[in-house]
């Protein structure tokens, strides 16, 4: 666990720093014996992007930040509060801004320009749909339920893993040649969530269905659950706006930044299976 590391500089401050791809990105950093601090509300020096006042103190002593925003650049405020925290980090002499985006949204864009014009050395990593959707957010429960129920169509999406972003994000990190670039990560193959759900159906054994459903229906559906109407907001923003066929294409982010191949979904599911995550 990164400690408070109050008396060291040039650290690393990794938010969103026990999320899908920032506790990846922190454990990469702390192999390579390297200063980092974790920005989460549960950290030991608590962050809250919804408290300002918090982040001065998670600011001291940082060199550089990865900025993985919760819940989504795309809802509202999310450019504002961007803003003031890009303000407060270039004032505090932080040096580099590694800004995590999603594609396809004009909100993430506008985060993007305001990192791109903090006059700090910045990296933009804008990225497609995590396959860790599937195993460490809401998709996990659908697929122990056995039924995948989305709008999503027969979109396609080239789904890449939180592991190769972390792998970029380090890289971008530590080391020179990458400042003022945005790159654009995607897996390598272009899926269908249907053919998503059926990949992990396949290396797990386990009965699970992909079923389309209306938009409606699938909103409907979040809020009987009682999950929060900005969360249901978010959801319908993602299915609607995002999922809707433009951003069905591949790119080489990955392969710029790292020199390899990402990692295809199935291995994904394969190394997740084996993990017990949908035991
Ligand atoms: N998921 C995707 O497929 C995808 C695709 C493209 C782009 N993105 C972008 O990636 C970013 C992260 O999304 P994600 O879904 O992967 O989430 P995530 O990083 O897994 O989010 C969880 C992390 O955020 C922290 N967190 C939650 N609420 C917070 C708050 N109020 N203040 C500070 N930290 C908070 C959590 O720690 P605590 O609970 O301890 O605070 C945890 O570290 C978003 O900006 C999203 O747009 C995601």
């Not at 998670?58 to 803003?83: H, K, M, S, T």
């Not at 122990?144 to 890289?171: N, R, T």
């Not at 003022?180 to 059926?198: D, N």
Request: glycine share 8%; aromatic share 8%.
């Amino acid at each position: 666990m990164a400690n408070i590391s109050k008396n060291e500089t040039n650290l690393t401050l990794v938010l969103g720093g026990t999320g899908k791809t920032g506790r990846r990105i922190v454990e990469r950093l702390e192999a390579q014996g390297l200063p980092v601090r974790v920005g989460a509300r549960s950290a030991a020096l608590p962050f809250d992007w919804a408290d300002s006042t918090t982040w001065a103190p998670v600011l001291q002593n940082v060199a550089a930040v990865y900025i993985a925003f919760y819940p989504d650049l795309a809802v509202p405020g999310a450019v504002d509060i961007i803003r003031a925290f890009v303000d407060q980090a270039v004032q505090s002499g932080v040096g580099h801004l590694v800004l995590l985006s999603g594609r396809g949204e004009p909100e993430a864009a506008q985060c993007e320009r305001i990192v791109q014009e903090s006059g700090i050395d910045w990296t933009v990593l804008r990225v497609s749909w995590f396959s860790e959707n599937f195993s460490e957010a809401f998709l996990r429960d659908l697929v122990l339920d056995g039924v995948v129920a989305l709008p999503a169509g027969a979109v396609q999406e080239p789904f890449i893993s939180a592991e190769d972003i972390a792998d970029a994000a380090v890289k971008v990190l530590t080391e020179p040649g990458y400042t003022g670039e945005l790159y654009e990560l995607t897996g390598p193959r272009l899926m269908t969530f249907a053919e998503a759900v059926g990949a992990i159906a396949q290396v797990t054994g386990r009965e699970v269905a992909y079923v389309p459903i209306s938009l409606e229906a699938f909103v409907a559906a979040l809020t009987e659950q009682g999950i929060p109407a900005d969360f249901v907001a978010l959801i319908r923003y993602l299915f609607d706006k995002v999922l809707d066929g433009h951003n069905a294409y591949l790119t080489d982010g990955v392969q710029r930044i790292l020199g390899r191949e990402p990692q295809d979904f199935t291995e994904y599911a394969q190394k997740t299976a084996m993990s017990g995550a949908w035991n």
